[in-house]
């Protein structure tokens, strides 16, 4: 996670030189089956890189999840379908708005 740490606060510091006035909304990790321990670990990592740097920070834990992955997940188990392109989407565009 020192790893993932750092190469988020550079690539956080790029966008900020490139763009001073860009607002930074981070969305956080997910898979197409919900909920993991190691994809926790990394939301936790990037959450409080997000409070430390200021950043707004959305969850999307279980946006797709093991009770509607049958709607949403390919089944590859791995990719969305066209359903879950169109509600991650969806659901990415609601919390950009409310956020703008």
């Known amino acids: ?13 790029a966008v900020q ?11 956080g990790p ?11 670990t990394v939301k936790t990592t990037v959450q409080g890189r997000c409070t ?4 707004t920070f959305v969850d999307v834990d279980n946006w797709v999840s093991n009770i509607n992955k049958s709607l949403y997940t390919a089944g590859d188990n791995v990719h969305p379908t066209q ?3 169109d509600y991650i989407a969806t659901r990415r565009a609601q ?3 409310a956020l703008l």
């Open 1 to 13: 996670m020192t790893t993932l740490a750092a190469d988020f606060d550079a690539a956080v510091a």
């Open 17 to 27: 030189s490139a763009v001073p006035s860009a607002k930074i909304i981070v969305f």
């Open 30 to 40: 997910a898979t197409p089956t919900g909920t993991q321990a190691n994809l926790t």
């Open 52 to 55: 430390a740097l200021g950043l």
């Open 83 to 85: 359903a879950g392109y």
């Open 95 to 97: 919390a950009v708005s």
